[in-house]
């Protein structure tokens, strides 16, 4: 086992996601760009006249996910079954220190339930650029969250 704390690399991330049978499938090899991950909050303003400093309220949390690599008919057949379907998928984004993810290390994501996962609705093929994107947004009541055992 690894100390499982310290700087680390990209090249020690793994992307998890379900395919169009429910079956988290790893995607890693596919990817070269996993955008920003975590939860981003909605905030209001509620400073009143006399506060001495602004006030928010924080609200309800969102975590799109943008992901995306060169294209490759393997990882194009399975996203085209599942762009734009309403079915929860499972994600696991796994961060790995200076070493393959081990539980223990950081992940972040979420197990699809019935009611709740991510959903594909934005993929994309640059025949240009030879180049694959997709868009993730949550699904459901259920948030995504950072922990440290995978997600199934």
């Given at each position: 086992?690894?100390?499982?704390?310290?700087?680390?690399?990209?090249?020690?991330?793994?992307?998890?996601?379900?395919?169009?049978?429910?079956?988290?499938?790893?995607?890693?090899a596919h990817c070269d760009n996993v955008g920003?991950?975590?939860?981003?909050?909605?905030?209001?303003?509620?400073?009143?006249?006399?506060?001495?400093?602004?006030?928010?309220?924080?609200?309800?949390?969102?975590?799109?996910?943008?992901?995306?690599?060169?294209?490759?008919?393997?990882?194009?057949?399975?996203?085209?079954?599942?762009?734009?379907?309403?079915?929860?998928?499972?994600?696991?984004?796994?961060?790995?220190?200076?070493?393959?993810?081990?539980?223990?290390?950081?992940?972040?994501?979420?197990?699809?339930?019935?009611?709740?996962?991510?959903?594909?609705?934005d993929y994309k093929v640059d025949p240009n650029?030879?180049?694959?994107?997709?868009?993730?947004?949550?699904?459901?009541?259920?948030?995504?969250?950072?922990?440290?055992?995978?997600?199934?």
């Open positions: 086992m690894t100390a499982l704390t310290g700087r680390t690399h990209v090249k020690h991330i793994t992307v998890k996601l379900d395919n169009s049978g429910g079956t988290l499938t790893n995607i890693t920003s991950i975590g939860l981003e909050f909605d905030t209001q303003d509620v400073t009143g006249y006399s506060d001495g400093v602004r006030n928010i309220v924080i609200g309800q949390p969102r975590a799109p996910l943008a992901i995306g690599g060169p294209f490759d008919t393997t990882l194009h057949a399975m996203m085209i079954l599942i762009n734009g379907a309403l079915t929860p998928l499972s994600l696991d984004i796994q961060i790995g220190i200076r070493a393959a993810w081990e539980a223990g290390a950081p992940q972040f994501g979420i197990s699809q339930s019935d009611s709740s996962g991510y959903l594909v609705h650029a030879n180049r694959w994107t997709a868009r993730l947004d949550v699904f459901g009541a259920t948030a995504p969250a950072w922990g440290t055992t995978a997600e199934t």
